[in-house]
């Protein structure tokens, strides 16, 4: 497991957004961010999963979260820029941004990827992370210091049979991580990327619904790395690929 131990308040006086928040490790690290001081902006697709981590946020007397409720898949350019102008109005800037939001797909031999799946996956896994990026750069770069954190997975930087559509987009979020990284370098913003590694979730079970989830890492073990890249601990380290176990 990645080795740090953040200090209790670390986030304190951060807004984070987390993306994927209602489910598995998106909503864990909502509930870690918060614990740990921060005011959690979540963003998801199904309100109910939204409300009921935010239930358990605002029962627990951490800092109340705000919710954005958004499919990916059908998010305009536009609904992003909103988005963005409202967490600067509300906020007045953005200090993280965990973009962890992902659909699998379908596990297919290569020669029988279904378009509208093809489609569907570069859309969510790609395209709306660019285009939130692209929207979001302009408040995460009013905080002191920032941090754009994507997520990849061990299929993000070796291709594996059956998995085409979901291992291509994880390739390409590891290469729209290095691009912004590298022209940011010089700027307040850093940019990286997690590989969370076999996570008991309900996207693992999906992937493997033949495996024992009780011998996998929780997403509660694998948030060391999360909170170290939201801290400002990390405040240097950019254009990374870090893995959480
Ligand atoms: P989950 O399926 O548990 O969570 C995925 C989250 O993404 C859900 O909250 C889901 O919302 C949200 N989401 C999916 N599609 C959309 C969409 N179109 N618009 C908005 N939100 C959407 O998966 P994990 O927690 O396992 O995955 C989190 C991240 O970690 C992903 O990027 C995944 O690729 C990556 N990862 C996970 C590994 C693991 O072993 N678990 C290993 C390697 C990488 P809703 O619930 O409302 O559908």
């Known amino acids: 497991m990645f080795n740090y131990t953040p200090s209790e308040n670390c986030l304190q006086n951060k807004t984070i957004l987390v993306t994927g928040a209602g489910s598995g490790i998106g909503r864990q690290a909502a509930l870690t961010y918060a614990t740990l001081g921060a005011t959690v902006i979540l963003l998801g697709k ?7 981590i935010y239930d358990e946020i605002v029962e627990n007397g951490y800092a109340e979260p705000a919710i954005i409720p958004l499919d990916l898949k059908g998010a305009t350019k536009q609904n992003y820029i909103d988005m963005a102008s409202t967490i600067a109005n509300q906020f007045g ?3 993280g941004a965990l973009f962890n939001a992902s659909m699998l797909g379908e596990l297919t031999p290569y020669s029988q990827i279904h378009e509208q799946i093809w489609h569907d996956v570069i859309r969510v896994n790609v395209t709306a992370q660019h285009l939130m990026a692209q929207a979001l ?3 995460l770069l009013l905080a002191d210091n ?7 997975s061990g299929v993000g930087s070796k291709g594996r049979a059956f998995w085409g559509p979901y291992s291509v987009s994880k390739f390409a ?14 700027s307040t913003l850093r940019v990286n990327a997690i590989n969370p590694g076999a996570t008991a979730t309900p996207m693992r079970a999906r992937a493997y619904p033949a495996e024992n989830q009780e011998k996998l890492s929780t997403a509660e073990q694998i948030m060391p790395l999360y909170v170290y890249l939201m801290s400002d601990d990390s405040k240097s380290v950019t254009g990374k690929v870090l893995n959480a176990q």
């Open 46 to 52: 199904t309100v109910e999963k939204l409300e009921s």
């Open 93 to 95: 800037k953005l200090d």
């Open 137 to 139: 750069i302009p408040t």
């Open 146 to 152: 920032a941090s754009l954190v994507f997520t990849s």
């Open 173 to 186: 979020t590891e290469g729209l991580m290095q691009v912004i990284a590298d022209e940011y370098d010089e």
